[in-house]
Structure formats: structure tokens, C-alpha cells
């Protein structure tokens, strides 16, 4: 069986959401300075690098990331390649109508974003390609219960009202950002994206695999 | 497909081991402040919780986290559960002897340790019971790959030397913390156990799930 790490790595060189916390990982006990042990802390936002959203990101009665079922965040996964679309394009209805999405409920896009993970890239792009509004009414209209996208947020950079967000976080669908999909060939798999069991966070830094 | 959820809950009621940092969760933005979205950053020890060791915990030449190969970390696993331990013991080799563990390379212990979870005890225990470090050289021999248990340490409080975590982690064998088993019966599952992937990190917060 083939397993595809998805998962950014995390480190202080992971770009981070404008405004958001950074990342720091320091060794409170080292065994170079003699200790018996190395013992690190860290500190990060919990939408650093490869996260999910709850419901209560941006739904103030939503459920926490401690609450979104497991058997959503496990099972089979179609990876689709949307390699026609460039830097600040959205993914929209016209666009998903075309595709054939029958008895699909965990989806992640895999866009030209993956190259800048590629590349390890340490700036943030405020281009990046992401889900339009009508196209995350429609996937709800689908029956999607998952969506996952490769950069750090699935609806483009500073949209009045956030609908994307709205629409699919009402309708508690599962949304995994900062996906790194560059090794990964489209097709279908089995998903599993675990994130953090923090008692009702607004979202959780994840681990994600993909297994063929 | 049943799905048990062994991963503890991650909020400041948790305990942690003494002198280890403490968790924080606070709010940086937030809806019932008039702000946009709930957002949230988190501070807490690597080992705090359920949680993975890497070798570089212990072995100045260890591999950290990031580096521990994913098909370890999900495949066939055993629950052994070990009831007539009582509280300070360890299980040591003589006990493990007693196993018919051929083919087994992944191997979980329920011990009386998982009540405290149930309680939802907010005290750390210092008499947990724990893996002897002639029960860990004995199942390194026996090919065993990860090994994990049901309390915040695999190996007893304050252990001069630390041998049970120097023999496992000199070997590679993946140590899985902090696990709340109290609702699993013994038996073999599928075990997915998912650190974050902290680069170069001596442990990490893990989500962890079995499957039947």
C-alpha cells in the first residue's frame, strides 16, 4: 500500500496567515546543555500550516474541532487536478458542473498552490487559488462532506463576508486547508486527516495521508 | 466500520507531567467581540496529552518526529489489556513471556491507568504503571515496532537513568503516550496514530484512533 504524506511540515519557516500568530518550537530541556532529556514547547495559531476549520470559526453556534465526526475524516477521497485555472482564479459552479461527482463525499483540489509548498516558498501569496461561493453552494448541493484545497485558506484572500466559509461551515462540511498535494496524482484514495482534539477550538493544525 | 476515538481531550483541565509547560488556549480574534472569526493559538509541551515520542527525546542522534515512517504509525495493532497490575507496577518480562505475540509488531497496553481518563482526573499520578526496562529489551527481540500505554509515561516516574525509554528509542521503536483505552476491548485492530509533523521535534501531540 502507497501512503502520501499531505501534511506541511512545521517549522518557523512555514509561511503563516497575515496577522495570524507565528509558529515558535524552543527546547525547555536539552540534552546538548546536559540535560537528561530534549523537551520542547511550542506555540502556534491552530490555522498554522495543515489545518481544519470547525464549524465555530466563523459560526458562533457551530460545533468545536473536538465534535466533527471521525467517520467524516476517514474514508475514500477523490483528488482532482484543476490545473487550467492560474493565480487568483476561483474554482466555480460552471466549472465543478462539468465534473462527475456521483457518490463523492470527500474532495481535495490540487491546483498550480502545491508548487510554491514545492518549492518551499516562505512567502505568503495572497493569490492563491481558492473555492468561489457558488461553487461551495453547489458542492453542498452534492452532498460533499469534506473539501480540501492546497493553500492556506479554501476561499480567496480577504473576501467580503467570507461566503465560502459561511456556506460550507453552516452546513458542517469539513474544510482541510494547506494541503501539500505536489506528489500526488489525481485519482481516488482513502483520506485520513486527524486533527488535534482541542476542546472546542475553532480548528486544529492536522496530520493528512492519503493511502492508494 | 467501528471507530474508537483513544485520544485525549486537549484542554487546560488536562494534566501534564510535572515541570512541563502548561497549556493555553486564548482567543486572538473572536465572534462575541464583533470580530469577523473565532480564532484561536495554543501553547502547550510537545508531550503534552496523547502524544508520540521521537528517538531524539532520549538519543542525541535520534530522528524527530517528523521523521517517523507513517506505515509504523498505521497498520495491525494489538490491545492487551492487563488487569491484574495494580497501581506502582510494572510489567516486566516474565509477564510478557507468558504472550503468544508472533506477528504482532504494534502492541497497546490497557492497565488500570485509563480510569483516571474516565474520572476525567485533573491530578497527575506518579504510581502509574509503566513498561520495565527488561520488559522493553524483550520485546525489542520480539520485532515489536510501537509500543503504547495508557498513561502519560511508557516508563515509571522518575526512573533513574530512564532505561525503558533509552531501549526503545535507541531501537526505533515508536513510543505511542497519554492514551485513553478505557472504552476498548482487548483485541486486534487497525491502529492510525497521527503526530504532527514538527520538524525535527523529540515528540508531538497525537491524534489516535483504532478501527475493528
Same mark, same amino acid.
Given at each position: !500500500?502507497?501512503?502520501? *504524506?499531505?501534511?506541511?511540515?512545521?517549522? &518557523?519557516?512555514?509561511?503563516?496567515?497575515?496577522? *495570524?500568530?507565528?509558529?515558535? !518550537?524552543?527546547?525547555?530541556? $536539552?540534552? @546538548?546543555?546536559?540535560?537528561?532529556?530534549? %523537551?520542547?514547547?511550542?506555540?502556534? =495559531?491552530?490555522?498554522?500550516?495543515?489545518?481544519?476549520? @470547525?464549524?465555530?470559526?466563523?459560526?458562533?453556534? =457551530?460545533? #468545536?474541532? *473536538?465534535?466533527? +465526526?471521525?467517520?467524516?475524516?476517514?474514508?475514500?477521497?477523490?483528488?482532482?487536478?484543476?490545473?487550467?485555472?492560474?493565480?487568483?482564479?476561483?474554482?466555480?459552479? +460552471?466549472?465543478? &458542473?462539468?465534473? /462527475?461527482?456521483?457518490?463523492?463525499?470527500?474532495?481535495?483540489?490540487?491546483?498550480?498552490?502545491?508548487?510554491?509548498? !514545492?518549492?518551499?516558498?516562505?512567502?505568503?501569496? /495572497?493569490?492563491?487559488?481558492?473555492? @468561489?461561493?457558488?461553487?461551495?453552494?453547489?458542492?453542498?448541493?452534492? #452532498?460533499?462532506?469534506?473539501?480540501?484545497?492546497?493553500?492556506?485558506?479554501?476561499?480567496?484572500? $480577504?473576501?467580503?463576508?467570507?461566503?465560502?466559509?459561511?456556506?460550507?461551515?453552516?452546513?458542517?462540511? %469539513?474544510?482541510?486547508?494547506?494541503?501539500?498535494?505536489?506528489?500526488? +496524482? @489525481?485519482?481516488?484514495? /482513502?483520506?485520513?486527516?486527524?486533527?488535534?482534539?482541542?476542546? =472546542?477550538?475553532?480548528?486544529?493544525?492536522?496530520?493528512?495521508?492519503?493511502?492508494?
Amino acid at each position: !500500500m502507497n501512503i502520501y *504524506d499531505i501534511t506541511l511540515p512545521l517549522s &518557523e519557516d512555514l509561511p503563516t496567515w497575515p496577522g *495570524d500568530s507565528s509558529l515558535s !518550537m524552543t527546547r525547555s530541556s $536539552d540534552l @546538548a546543555k546536559g540535560d537528561i532529556a530534549n %523537551v520542547s514547547k511550542l506555540a502556534l =495559531g491552530v490555522h498554522t500550516g495543515t489545518h481544519i476549520d @470547525a464549524p465555530c470559526h466563523f459560526e458562533a453556534e =457551530g460545533v #468545536g474541532i *473536538d465534535q466533527i +465526526p471521525l467517520d467524516i475524516l476517514i474514508g475514500p477521497c477523490r483528488v482532482l487536478e484543476m490545473t487550467a485555472l492560474s493565480e487568483g482564479q476561483e474554482i466555480d459552479r +460552471p466549472r465543478l &458542473e462539468q465534473l /462527475e461527482l456521483g457518490g463523492i463525499t470527500r474532495l481535495l483540489f490540487k491546483t498550480r498552490n502545491s508548487r510554491w509548498w !514545492m518549492q518551499k516558498d516562505q512567502t505568503f501569496h /495572497e493569490d492563491f487559488i481558492a473555492l @468561489a461561493a457558488d461553487g461551495a453552494s453547489y458542492l453542498v448541493a452534492q #452532498g460533499i462532506k469534506l473539501i480540501g484545497i492546497d493553500y492556506l485558506s479554501i476561499e480567496k484572500f $480577504d473576501n467580503p463576508g467570507h461566503p465560502t466559509h459561511h456556506t460550507l461551515l453552516k452546513n458542517n462540511v %469539513v474544510i482541510l486547508e494547506g494541503l501539500n498535494l505536489s506528489d500526488v +496524482p @489525481a485519482g481516488d484514495y /482513502e483520506l485520513i486527516a486527524l486533527p488535534l482534539k482541542l476542546k =472546542g477550538a475553532d480548528g486544529a493544525p492536522t496530520r493528512a495521508v492519503l493511502r492508494k
